[in-house]
């Protein structure tokens, strides 16, 4: 079992617990759970990786204005328009 499988289960019940909602209070529970002796080498940096993929990691998310809607030009559906004469023989 590798360290990231020992860990998952232990970020999920923290998340489960204490949930989403405060990301301050769950960030010191998780602390609070580390399940291995050092925060050092590969335990940790499994840990940490653990908890960035349940969380997801703040830098991976969109940082979209939502009143900027120029975007929404190329979110449009793309079977709306024909490309090439497909009806023809």
Do not use: C
Not at 13 to 29: A, N, Q, T, Y
Not at 48 to 58: D, S
Not at 80 to 86: K, V
């Amino acid at each position: 079992m590798s360290w990231a499988d020992r860990a998952a289960p232990v970020v999920a019940e923290v998340i489960r617990r204490v949930g989403r909602g405060d990301m301050k209070m769950l960030r010191k529970e998780l602390a609070k759970a580390y399940p291995f002796d050092e925060r050092a080498n590969t335990p940790y940096r499994a840990w940490l990786a653990e908890v960035r993929r349940q969380l997801g990691h703040p830098l991976n998310a969109p940082k979209r204005d939502p009143e900027d809607r120029q975007i929404d030009m190329f979110n449009h559906d793309r079977k709306q328009h024909e490309y090439g004469n497909e009806g023809s023989a």
